[in-house]
């Protein structure tokens, strides 16, 4: 199988601080990283795709300042929300494409953030 | 006009029904098409995917994909109560792009 694992799975914060979660892929390599963020009953929104070895690719009106994705391998992205806020407050979940594939996402855990 | 629409139900089915779940989208050059399973707190999981007209059958599952149409849909055949969740619907449009979700639909199986 396809393990894709996301860590923290959850997560408590003040506001202003911030928080990296981290996403990897285990028993395959992942040129191609996604993150997305859902709200209680709402679908998944997706917030940016993560290219290793180059910048990611934001959708619009998320802010890359604000949500920081670094891929710097095959098997890792990371995000990091920073001056986090309870408006940031979600699920957040990664998600993965085995590299030379098409199609197939492999999704991590999730994590869930809560900003105090 | 949203990418990928569903019906938001809750659809309600009896145990050991089929339950039809169906999708629409408005993108003519998506080509994989996608169906994944989440449980309440949980990320999502892949139950189907389907890349051409027609059905495609796993198990208690079907695929049914109509391009022309533009819609998408997944039976479930013998529904149980752990089939009780929200089915996302996503597609894609040329190889390598990324995947949109529909907002999904909740699917209660009562016993």
């Known amino acids: 199988g396809a393990v894709v694992s996301q860590h923290p799975s959850w997560v408590i914060c003040k506001s202003g601080t911030s928080v990296k979660i981290e996403c990897r892929s285990l028993d395959f390599q992942a040129t191609t990283m996604f993150w997305y963020r859902q709200f209680p009953k709402q679908s998944l929104m997706l917030m940016a795709t993560s290219n290793e070895g180059s910048k990611a690719t934001y959708e619009q009106g998320v802010e890359k300042d604000k949500f920081l994705i670094n891929h710097a391998s095959l098997t890792l992205s990371t995000l990091t929300v920073t001056s986090a806020h309870p408006e940031d407050s979600s699920f957040y979940i990664c998600s993965a494409r085995r590299s030379g594939a098409t199609g197939e996402l492999f999704f991590g855990e999730g994590s869930r953030l809560t900003v105090l | 006009q949203k990418e990928v629409e569903q019906n938001s139900g809750p659809l309600s089915v009896p145990e050991g029904a089929i339950a039809s779940l169906n999708c629409t989208y408005s993108?003519?050059?998506?080509?994989?098409f996608f169906w994944y399973r989440q449980y309440s707190g949980k990320s999502p999981e892949l139950i189907m995917s389907?890349?051409?007209?027609g059905d495609k059958e796993d198990g208690r599952f079907t695929a049914q994909l109509n391009k022309a149409s533009q819609y998408v849909s997944l039976l479930i055949r013998d529904s149980q109560p752990s089939d009780s969740a929200t089915y996302l619907c996503?597609?894609?449009?040329?190889?390598?792009?990324?995947?949109?979700f529909g907002p999904g639909t909740s699917l209660s199986v009562i016993p």
């Open positions: 389907i890349y051409s007209n």
């Open positions: 993108d003519r050059v998506s080509q994989s």
């Open positions: 996503a597609l894609q449009g040329t190889s390598y792009d990324k995947v949109i």
